[in-house]
C-alpha cells in the first residue's frame, strides 16, 4: 500500500494501547532478539494472560508502512517454545555435560559478582572481557556494563575474525568521510518517496555484496529499493548467485567471491578514463583524486575481467550506467567485509561513489549519524574506565584503527589468542579470566575456526552467557546462563539510525530479564557509584540516557505523543552547510577537510593510503598446488527468509517446516563431475576439516563456485557432547581461519575459501566421522587422543587410526 500521512483511526488507532476484542493491541517497535536489525513497527496482539498471539505491520508508520517479513510474523512461535530458556542455572557437571541447577537471580549476581571481585583483584578488571552477537540493543548494554560494571576496557564481535560484520565499512566510511553512509531511499524522512519534496528517486541503484529483501541488513529494510524500482530506479547487483533482486536488475555481475575491490578499481578505470567524473565535488571537496587516477590505471578492463570473472563488455557498461545516471546510489553488504582485504575493498566502493558525486545528495550515498546524536553503542559507559584503561584494549598496539578509535571494540582475533596464550599481541601477560557473552552463538555461527574456538574456552576460568534457548556454545562452554526477554517484554529505545523509536513492553516469560535490566541490577552491585540510585528499571535508564543526551522528550512522550517514532530534521548537502565539523566550517570530519580518496591518515600509519586488490589467501591463482585437491571457491553464510544467523532452528516452528536442513548450492555440471544428486547430503572439505550440507543445484552459480549456509545446530538432537546439538557438522565455519586479517585489523576470508565436495555415502558416514564427534571426542581431525581424557579415541580404538579421508594439512586444532 502507498503511505497515506493520516493514521487509518478506524483500524489503527494513533495511540500505544488499544482493545480489539478480546486482545490488547500495542503498537511498538520489532528489534531482535530474536533476530533482525531492522526495528519495524509492529503491532503485538496479547491476550488476557499476556500471552503474546499475533503480530501484524503497522500500515501507519512511515518506516516499514506495514510490510513484515516472516520472522516478525512467526514470533509468537519462539517466544512461547517450550525449549525457552525459563530461569538462570549454573552448571552442574563438567563443561559439556548438559548439567544445570536452576538457581535464583539473587544468587546468579552472587556468583557473578564473587567471580568480578576476585578476577579484578587478581589480574585486574581487564582480565573480564565481554562479547556481543548481533541485534537488539545489547551494544549499548554490555558495552556500559563492561566500562561501568566490570570496569575492562575489551569488548567485541564475538569472535568474528576481523570484526567482518559492517565495522571494516564503517571504520573505513569514518577515516574517508567521517560519517558512515547508506543508500538514500528517503528512510530518513517521514514524508516518504513522493511526498517528500527534496528526495530523488536515484535512476541507478547498485547493490553490491547483500540480498537485501531477504537479509534486511544494517538497519535497511529491502522493501525499500522495491518501492524505488516501481518508481522507475533501475538496478546493478554484484553477486556470485541471481538472487531476485538480481534478475530484476539492467546488469548483473556475477563476481568470483572475493575479487570485489578488483571489480570496484575496475569500474572507476573506466569511469575515469572516459572522463565521466563528477569535476565540481572532486574539485572542491575532495583529496587526492590525482593519485587514484593513477592507482586505478592498474586495472584496466581486461586484467579485472580475468580476475573477477565477469565479461569486460559488462563491467564497461556497468560503469558508464552507474556514472551517468543521476543521482545513483550504492548499497553495500556483508560481503565487502569478508575478505582479507575488507577495508581497502570497503575504499574503492566509496571512491566510486566519491568521483561520482554522490555524496550526501538526494537520492544518492547519504551521511547519517545516530538517531538524535545518542550515543548508545559501543562508547556508552567508557566514561567510567580509569585513566589509561582504553590503551589496553586487546588489538590496539597492533592495529592504529583500533588505537585510534575509528570502532570503539577490540579486535576479535587478538581476544581468542590471549584466551589461547594469556599473552597480548606484545606478548605481555594478559590473562582471560572471564567472558561475558551476550546475544551470541559462537561456535554455531559468529566465530570462524569453529574447533579453535571451542579448544580455547577451556582456558577461561569462568564464561557467563546471557541468551534466549539453550545453545550448542552454552552446552560446551557456560559455567553460568542467563535468560533474557525478547522483544515484546523489553522497554527501551532503538537509536540506530533515524527515526528513534520505542518498544514497549506488553507481555513477560517466567523469569526471563531484559537485558538492560540486568545491567542495571549488576550496576547497583558492582559499581553503585557510577549508577543513580533512581536507576532501578530499564525505563529509568532509557530516561536518564535521554536526559544525558539532551533530547528534549522522555520514553513516556515517546510512547505517548509521538506513536513510538520521531524523526528528527534530516538534510542533504552537510559538508556544504558544515553540519559535519564541529567548528562549523564546511567539508568533512577528515584531516583534511576533505572527501579523502587519498587517506591521510594511513599514509602517516605506513599503510597504502589507496585502494587495491589482493588476491584471497587461499585462491586458484594464489595458492595453485592447494586449488589442485580444492578446486572449488567456498563462498560461506547465504541468507535466507526463515533464519537470523543461527537463530529459528527450533524444531515444530514454521521456519523448520520450510527449511528443515541445510542446503548448498552447486552448479548441476559440477555435481555431475563430483558425483553429487541433488538433494544428496554431501561432504564440504578443504585443508582446514570438512562440514555436510545437502547440495541444492543452481545454475546461475559458475561451475567453479559453491555456496553454503551458515548458522546451523539442532536443536532436536542430543545437547550433551559429544553431539551438541551436532553444531560441528553442518557448520561451514569448520572451512574458515581466524587470524588471517589485513594490516587494518578488519577484514577475513570469510566468503573466499576453496574446498572440495563428494557424497556422504555408509563408508564415510560412520558416527565417529561426524565432524562434532571429531572435534568433542578427540582431538579434533588429527584423530589424537581425546582432548576430555589420556585414552585413546573411540576412533582410534576401533580403526587403528586410518582415515576414510583426507586429514587435513591444519592439525592445530
Known amino acids: 500500500m502507498e503511505y497515506n500521512n493520516e493514521y487509518n483511526l478506524d483500524l489503527y488507532p494513533k495511540k500505544l494501547h488499544w482493545k480489539e476484542g478480546d486482545l490488547t493491541a500495542t503498537r511498538t517497535t520489532m528489534w531482535s532478539g530474536p533476530g533482525c536489525h531492522e526495528g519495524c513497527q509492529v503491532i503485538f496482539y496479547t491476550d488476557d494472560d499476556g500471552k503474546l498471539v499475533k503480530v501484524e505491520g503497522d500500515p501507519n508508520s512511515p518506516f516499514n508502512q506495514g510490510r513484515l517479513c516472516m520472522r516478525c510474523l512467526e514470533l509468537p512461535e519462539l517466544v512461547n517454545h517450550e525449549e525457552r530458556l525459563r530461569y538462570p542455572m549454573k552448571r552442574a557437571g563438567k563443561r559439556g555435560e548438559d548439567k544445570w541447577e536452576r538457581v535464583s537471580w539473587d544468587e546468579a549476581y552472587d556468583i557473578i559478582e564473587e567471580k568480578v571481585r576476585a578476577f579484578q583483584e587478581k589480574d585486574g578488571p581487564e582480565s573480564i572481557i565481554s562479547m556481543i552477537g548481533t541485534g537488539r540493543n545489547v551494544s549499548q548494554v554490555i558495552a556500559h556494563n563492561q566500562y561501568a560494571n566490570f570496569g575492562g576496557p575489551d569488548l567485541t564481535l564475538c569472535f568474528l575474525s576481523g570484526d567482518s560484520c559492517m565495522l571494516p565499512r564503517t571504520a573505513l566510511c569514518y577515516v574517508v568521510m567521517g560519517n558512515q553512509w547508506v543508500a538514500d531511499m528517503s528512510q530518513f524522512r517521514p514524508d516518504r518517496y513522493e511526498n517528500d519534496p527534496e528526495w530523488q528517486i536515484p535512476e541507478c541503484i547498485v547493490i553490491w555484496g547483500t540480498n537485501p529483501v531477504v537479509c534486511n541488513s544494517d538497519a535497511f529494510l529491502g522493501h525499500w529499493i522495491v518501492e524505488a524500482m516501481k518508481r522507475g530506479s533501475e538496478l546493478v547487483t554484484i553477486d556470485p548467485q541471481l538472487t531476485w533482486i538480481a534478475s530484476k536488475s539492467k546488469y548483473w555481475l556475477r563476481l568470483r567471491p572475493g575479487t570485489d575491490a578488483a571489480l570496484a578499481l575496475g569500474m572507476m578505470n573506466v569511469i575515469i578514463g572516459e572522463d565521466l567524473v563528477d569535476h565540481d565535488f572532486i574539485d572542491k571537496w575532495t583529496y587526492g583524486f590525482e593519485a587514484l587516477a593513477e592507482r586505478v590505471k592498474d586495472y584496466p578492463v581486461e586484467k579485472v575481467a580475468e580476475i573477477c570473472w565477469v565479461e569486460p563488455e559488462l563491467i564497461v557498461e556497468a560503469a558508464r550506467f552507474y556514472a551517468k545516471a543521476h543521482p545513483s546510489t550504492i548499497q553495500w ?283 584471497p589467501p587461499t585462491s586458484p591463482v594464489s595458492t595453485p598446488e592447494l586449488a589442485e585437491e580444492y578446486p572449488l571457491v567456498l563462498t560461506t553464510g547465504k541468507r535466507s527468509f526463515e533464519f537470523f544467523h543461527s537463530e529459528w532452528r527450533q524444531a515444530n516452528t514454521t521456519s523448520r517446516e520450510l527449511h528443515p536442513v541445510p542446503y548448498f548450492d552447486i552448479h548441476p555440471d559440477t555435481a555431475a563431475k563430483y558425483g553429487v544428486a541433488e538433494g544428496q547430503w554431501t561432504w564440504i572439505e578443504n585443508q582446514m576439516g570438512k562440514c555436510r550440507q545437502v547440495a541444492r543445484f543452481n545454475d546461475t552459480l559458475d561451475p567453479r563456485v559453491i555456496s553454503t549456509e551458515h548458522g546451523w545446530w539442532f536443536p532436536e538432537q542430543e545437547a550433551a557432547e559429544p553431539s551438541l546439538f551436532g553444531v560441528f557438522d553442518c557448520n561451514p565455519n569448520n572451512l574458515i581461519p581466524m587470524c588471517e586479517n589485513g594490516p587494518s585489523g578488519y577484514g577475513a576470508p570469510i566468503k573466499c575459501g576453496m574446498a572440495k565436495v563428494y557424497p556422504c555415502t555408509p563408508d564415510n558416514m560412520r558416527p565417529e566421522d561426524q565432524p562434532t564427534y571429531q572435534v568433542t571426542a578427540t582431538n579434533g581431525y588429527t584423530h589424537g587422543p581425546s582432548h576430555k581424557s589420556d585414552e585413546p579415541s573411540f576412533y582410534d580404538q576401533n580403526n587403528k587410526g586410518e582415515t576414510s579421508w583426507h586429514k587435513p594439512a591444519n592439525t592445530a586444532f
Request: negative net charge; aromatic residues 12%.
Open 333 to 615: 553488504g556483508l560481503a565487502v567485509d569478508m575478505s582479507k582485504i575488507g577495508t581497502p575493498t570497503a575504499h574503492a566502493i566509496a571512491c566510486l561513489a566519491g568521483i561520482t558525486g554522490n555524496i550526501d545528495n538526494p537520492g544518492g550515498n547519504i551521511l547519517i549519524d545516530q538517531a538524535c546524536g545518542l550515543e548508545f553503542g559501543y562508547n556508552s559507559g567508557i566514561e567510567y574506565l580509569k585513566e589509561g584503561m582504553v590503551e589496553k584494549r586487546l588489538g590496539n598496539s597492533k592495529y592504529n584503527l583500533k588505537k585510534y578509535g575509528f570502532t570503539a571494540s577490540s579486535q576479535s582475533d587478538a581476544i581468542l589468542e590471549a584466551c589461547e596464550t594469556g599473552l597480548d599481541e606484545k606478548g605481555d601477560p594478559r590473562p582471560v579470566n572471564m567472558l561475558w557473552i551476550q546475544s551470541s552463538n559462537p561456535i554455531t555461527n559468529m566465530g570462524q575456526d569453529a574447533p579453535r574456538i571451542y579448544r580455547a574456552m577451556e582456558k577461561v576460568p569462568f564464561i557467563c552467557v546471557v541468551d534466549l534457548f539453550k545453545t550448542p556454545f552454552i552446552v560446551a562452554c557456560a559455567d553460568l546462563v542467563l535468560p533474557c526477554a525478547m522483544s515484546n517484554e523489553r522497554d527501551c529505545i532503538r537509536v540506530w539510525f533515524d527515526p528513534v523509536r520505542s518498544l514497549t513492553k506488553c507481555s513477560s516469560f517466567y523469569e526471563a530479564k531484559e537485558d538492560e535490566q540486568i545491567m542495571i541490577d549488576l550496576g547497583h552491585r558492582l559499581a553503585p557509584e557510577s549508577w543513580p540510585e533512581w536507576v532501578k528499571e530499564p525505563r529509568d535508564y532509557m530516561n536518564w540516557r535521554l536526559q544525558v543526551g539532551n533530547c528534549g522528550f522522555t520514553m513516556e512522550e515517546l510512547e505517548n505523543d509521538h506513536a513510538g517514532m520521531i524523526y528528527n530534521d534530516f538534510r542533504y548537502y552537510k559538508y556544504e552547510k558544515g553540519l559535519l565539523r564541529p567548528d562549523g566550517q564546511p567539508g568533512f570530519m577528515t584531516p583534511t577537510g576533505r572527501y579523502e580518496f587519498y587517506i591521510s591518515l594511513f599514509d602517516s600509519w605506513g599503510v597504502d593510503a589507496l585502494p587495491f586488490y589482493e588476491e
